[in-house]
């Protein structure tokens, strides 16, 4: 399995910005972001093909978060813009068993720890 390892996580104000980014040791194919909010079950936010070509969101985030790769790093990143208090849990990075973006949590077969984001109002 592929170690992930996030960081970035932390407190901001309604309209600010994070950017999150995810270590991964192993070989990876697509990668993805999903958020777990207090209380709710586990959600797709982003995912990126192997290449980084394709991209995929969901609909609460799209056009406010951005995901990249960088793959002689082995890292994936995650940029949130204009970040709203419903934004705020804890964010999970995964590693897919396919090379292109998807949104099943059943295609992932590695998660990181998670990294809290808290956005005030």
């Known amino acids: 399995q592929v170690q992930l390892v996030e960081s970035g996580g932390g407190l901001v104000q309604a309209g600010g910005s994070l950017r999150l980014s995810c270590a991964a040791s192993g070989r990876t194919f697509a990668m993805g972001w999903f958020r777990q909010a207090p209380g709710k079950e586990r959600e797709f936010a982003a995912a990126?093909?192997?290449?980084?070509?394709?991209?995929t969101y969901a609909d609460s985030v799209k056009g406010r978060f951005t995901i990249s790769r960088d793959k002689a790093k082995n890292t994936v990143a995650l940029e949130m813009n204009s970040l709203k208090p419903e934004d705020t849990a804890v964010y999970y990075c995964a590693a897919a068993r396919i090379k292109s973006p998807t949104t099943r949590p059943r295609e992932y077969d590695s998660w990181g720890q998670g990294t809290q984001v808290t956005v005030s109002s």
């Open positions: 990126i093909s192997w290449s980084g070509g394709s991209t």
